[in-house]
Structure formats: C-alpha cells, structure tokens
C-alpha cells in the first residue's frame, strides 16, 4: 500500500515539475515579447501625434469639408475587434470579445446593421461561430506587422467607408495600461470626430496643395493605418502581459503542488521506513525470545 | 544657405532629426523643392525618391507615401517607410517586385490588383533609389 503510494506521488510530482517547466518558458516568453512590443507601441506615438495634429489644423480651415467627418445618421457600422491569436493568457480574449459581443447586440438594438472586421484567430473564431455578419478576417498578423500590412487594411476600410459600405466605424481592443492591468476599450475612428481646431489660430493658414479636402482624404488611410498599427500592438502587448501573468500563476500553482506533494511523498517514506523497523524489531525479539 | 529643422517620422522611428538647407520630395501634383522660409504648405506624399541635403550634398532615400508639412519653425515629413539608398534590401525588394508582377498577372480582383500595383510602385522606387547610390 505505502510503495504503490509513493510511487502514484512521485509521478505526480514529475508530471508537474514537467508542467511547471513549460509554465515557466512561456512566461519568459510573453515577458521579453511585451517588451518588445511595448516598444513599439511607444515608438508609434510621435507618428501619429504629428498626423492628428496636422488633421486638426485642416479640420479648422474655414470652408472645409469632408466625407470623412460629415456625421450621418448612423446605420451601418463596421466593428474592428482585436483579440488574440492564442489562449492561455487569463481572461485576455474573453475579456475584449464580451465586450465586443455586448456593444454589438446594443447596435443591433438601436435597428443597425453591424458587420464585423475580425483581428486575431481568437476573435475570428468566436465571431465566425455566432450569428454575426463577419466581412474581413485576419489571422496570426499582430505579431510581426508591419506598416504595409496594416496599410493595406486602412486603404480598404477607407475605400468601402466612402462608397458607403458602411457609415461608422468603430475599434474594440485591448489597452496596455501596466504589466498587470490591461483593459478592453473602444473608440469610434470614423466619421473622424474630436478634431480640435485651436494648433492654428497662431499662424497664417498653409497652402494646402492641391486643396484642404483631398490632403485630408489622402490623410485618412495614414491616419487609419496609424491608428491599426498602434492598436494592434498595444493589443499585443496586453496580449503578451496577461499571458505573461496567468503563466506566472500557474507557476505559481505548480510550485505549492510539488510543495505538497513532496510533503505527501516524505510522510508515506517515513510511515514505510517506520513500518520496517517495525517489523524487524518485532521479529527480533520474536527470535530472542 | 541658411538651413532649417526638418523631422522625418515613421510609426517605427524618428528617421532624421536635424539640419538641412533643402529638401525635394514628390507630391501628388508633382516635385517640390523646400528651402529655409518657404511659406506653410501641406501636401500628400507618393511612393517616390526624396531628396534631403546632409553635409553639403544632397542624399537620396526611399519614401513610401505619407505627407509633407512646413510650418514657419520646421518642416515634418510623415511616412509609413523611408530608407537611405544604401539601407536598401535590394534582394528582398527584388522578391516582393516579382511577386507583385505575378499577383498583377493574375488578376483576381480589382482590389487584389490594386494592391499589388501599390506594392509594385513601392518596390520598383526602392530598386530605382538602390540603383543610384555610389
């Protein structure tokens, strides 16, 4: 009985110190690639601080106009949901979807249409799986994106939102607010709103060449592209902390276990070794006897 | 001639920070030379090679697409890419320039086909910039 137990505790032992090893390297992982998207993420903000404020010093030309800011009567909205490509990162794609999920059936209350843009195997997967009209899907792309990549996503959104596939479109992703907190958001990115115009009153208007309205059309997918970029990999980098989290506790976890079961292990050792001695002496003294 | 601060950014990098006395980059309506005191100006960049003037001569790089904007203090170049002509990664532009010509040749669909002229454009201007450099 104590050998078999032993033996059942010591596997135990081994299969956990097996999974804490994995636990421990993916936690390794996630910390050095949220490094290293945090950096990027820091990187972007010079970028497109510079194009928001050139968009706002058009905005602030006197008769200017665009597609791009006239408000409409909402009715058909694109949602950008950004998740992960993979689990195992706590509630980090869970999180963002419900979100996402519940923002939908509040649009689809309202009486509009929603089609969804799905970023991430994770939201494609959920999205697909539902009764939602998913347009675009994009898979395993956050982590080496690149400009071309997501310029290539703007330049379409922009495209379809001015033949007026849709009239609003609005992102749902992940925000990296420390290496433990990360919270979902949403922001609405088209019709261009919020476009302060005071950054001009302080010089002459520039020339805008050929003219304010087509500089601001060029702008947009720069603008949206911009802002994907910057989403994704601030999304990313949640995506990394959280995960890097959750391994953290498990290794955690994994740690107390073996802490127990070793206890487990000594105590059937000891109450074996016992039992021998036991049995020798009391045989002893049977022979002496 | 008197020089003038110009910023060149990408959403990876500040590429260029620094003096320089002119700049010729390539607007949707066509070249622009920018000298000190040029009166306010924005404009929208395309897929072009770009002129700046470093140490008294002028280097070429590689833009790809974005905007140009004077102010009365600087001047800021906005970009998704930019290289030197000697950062250029001529096997690689090579690559991606025959598998846009393949992508165009296929002709899937009109927004396919317009993409792969994009990236066409981007790469034969990278090729064009490398090809220059001494």
């Given amino acids: 009985m104590a050998t078999a137990n032993m033996k059942d505790v010591k596997r135990r032992i081994k299969s956990v110190e097996s999974t804490k090893q994995i636990t421990k390297a993916m936690q390794l992982v996630a910390t050095s690639k949220m490094r290293r998207a945090k950096e990027r993420a820091v990187a972007v903000q010079p970028f497109f601080e510079t194009l928001f404020n050139a968009m706002c010093d058009i905005s602030s030309d006197s008769n200017f106009t665009s597609v791009f800011t006239t408000k409409v009567e909402k009715k058909k909205t694109l949602m950008i949901v950004i998740a992960g490509d993979r689990g195992l990162a706590g509630g980090f794609n869970v999180n ?18 929603v089609s969804i843009m799905a970023i991430g195997k994770k939201a494609v997967e959920y999205f697909s799986k539902r009764d939602y ?17 997501s310029m290539d996503i703007a330049e379409d959104i922009a495209a379809r939102f001015k033949a007026g596939e849709f009239d609003s479109v609005d992102l749902i992703y992940t925000t990296f607010v420390s290496a433990i907190t990360q919270e979902p958001c949403e922001m609405a990115i088209l019709p261009v709103e919020n476009l302060n115009s005071w950054t001009n009153t302080r010089h002459a208007a520039p020339i805008y060449d050929p003219s304010p309205e087509e500089v601001f059309e060029g702008m947009i997918p720069t603008y949206l592209c911009g802002l994907l970029y910057s989403a994704i990999v601030d999304s990313f980098a949640s995506e990394q902390a959280a995960r890097r989290a959750a391994m953290e506790s498990a290794s955690d976890n994994a740690d107390e276990m073996i802490e ?14 016992t039992q021998e001695l036991t049995e020798i002496s009391s045989a002893s003294l049977n022979d002496s006897v | 001639m008197t020089p003038f601060k110009l910023k060149i950014i990408t959403p990876e990098k500040t590429f260029f920070s620094g003096d320089t006395t002119q700049i010729i980059a390539k607007t949707t ?4 030379g ?101």
Wanted: glycine residues 6%; positive net charge; charged residues 30%.
């Fill in chain 1, 96 to 113: 963002v979807l419900k979100k996402a999920a519940a923002k939908a059936e509040g649009l689809k209350q309202k009486g509009r249409t």
């Fill in chain 1, 133 to 149: 009209n998913v347009t675009d899907s994009f898979s395993e792309i956050a982590e080496g994106l690149s400009m071309y990549g």
């Fill in chain 1, 260 to 273: 127990n079961l070793s206890l487990m292990y000594n105590r059937a050792r000891q109450a074996q070794i």
């Fill in chain 2, 29 to 32: 309506m066509g070249n622009v």
């Fill in chain 2, 34 to 134: 920018i000298l000190h005191g040029h009166v306010p100006y924005v404009a929208n960049l395309v897929s072009s090679p770009i002129l700046i003037e470093v140490d008294g001569e002028l280097k070429e790089a590689a833009l790809s697409g974005g905007f140009l904007k004077v102010s009365p203090d600087d001047v800021v170049v906005v970009t998704y890419a930019i290289e030197w002509a000697d950062e250029i990664d001529v096997a690689r532009a090579e690559r991606s320039k025959q598998n846009a010509e393949e992508r165009m040749k296929r002709h899937e669909s009109q927004k396919e086909f317009d993409r792969a002229e994009k990236k066409l454009k981007r790469a034969l201007n990278r090729l064009l910039v490398a090809g220059r450099k001494h």
